[in-house]
């Protein structure tokens, strides 16, 4: 969900557009990083803008907007760390993040970010502990499809067993996630399996929060203007190949 006016802070210097779950609306928008890491799901346009392109904020400067925050006087109780998936950011440079956030913020009771399981791949359920006791302990994670056809054909570039890792993962740390699934994802073609297996992996990763969200096309049925794939008539998401146009099991 594009930030509403309120959740932007002006001592603060956004890349936009910016985006934030709906539950964070009155939180501060810390944009440590800009766009997203991986950026080839075929359904998403969050993203794809050219000034979206994946890189990170310097220290320094998150350092520095933290101090104007301060100054400010604004009251901020939360805080979301932005972009698509700031957890791909090293546990160090996420430990220098939330440090900085304590010194200058001390009343911050939560921080959150969005996470693509992949980001956690490399990171231990202790390490997501110390990052918890240093604040940020809820994650966003874009699970979209338990099935892993379906994740394949969006370019996911996740499985069930990825997502279930992640999730579980986060759950040992003593933190939350929140989950999204995508009603529509698999088209009328992979409608059942989707729906099956989605449900199977919440059953099994047990979040503490669930949303399931709709595929839709707000910039119309190519995923980006470089694109030539539409949405197939069977109703498969965008970038998905259309019937017989794929080698993979039907």
């Known amino acids: 969900m594009r930030t509403a006016p309120g959740a932007y802070n002006p001592s603060m210097r956004y890349v936009e557009p ?33 000034q979206k392109r994946f890189n990170f904020k310097p220290i320094e400067v998150v350092d520095r907007e933290l101090r104007q925050v301060a100054a400010s006087g604004f009251p ?52 997501l502990a110390e990052l918890r006791e240093l604040g940020l302990s809820l994650f966003y994670v874009g699970c979209e499809s338990g099935d892993d056809l379906v994740l394949e054909r969006v370019s996911k570039g996740e499985t069930f067993a990825s997502s279930l890792d992640a999730l579980k993962k ?40 669930l949303a399931t969200l709709v595929v839709s096309f707000p910039q119309g049925r190519v995923r980006t203007a470089g694109s030539s794939r539409p949405v197939s008539g069977d109703g498969v998401a965008a970038g998905y190949p259309g019937p017989g146009e794929h080698h993979l099991p039907q």
């Open 76 to 127: 901020v109780r939360r805080i979301f760390l932005a972009d698509g998936d700031a957890m791909t950011l090293s546990v160090r440079r996420l430990r220098l993040i939330l440090e900085r956030i304590r010194h200058h913020l001390p009343n911050v009771q939560r921080v959150s970010s969005y996470c693509l399981p992949r980001n956690l791949r490399h990171k231990t359920a202790d390490e």
């Open 170 to 209: 986060i759950k040992a740390a003593g933190s939350k996630s929140s989950v999204m699934i995508l009603n529509g994802m698999g088209g009328k073609r992979y409608s059942e399996q989707h729906a099956v297996n989605s449900a199977r992996l919440m059953n099994e990763a047990q979040p503490e929060y």
């Open 18 to 50: 910016v985006f934030r779950p709906p539950s964070e609306a009155r939180s501060l928008i810390l944009q440590v990083t800009n766009g997203c890491s991986w950026n080839r799901c075929t359904f998403c346009e969050m993203y794809t803008q050219p």
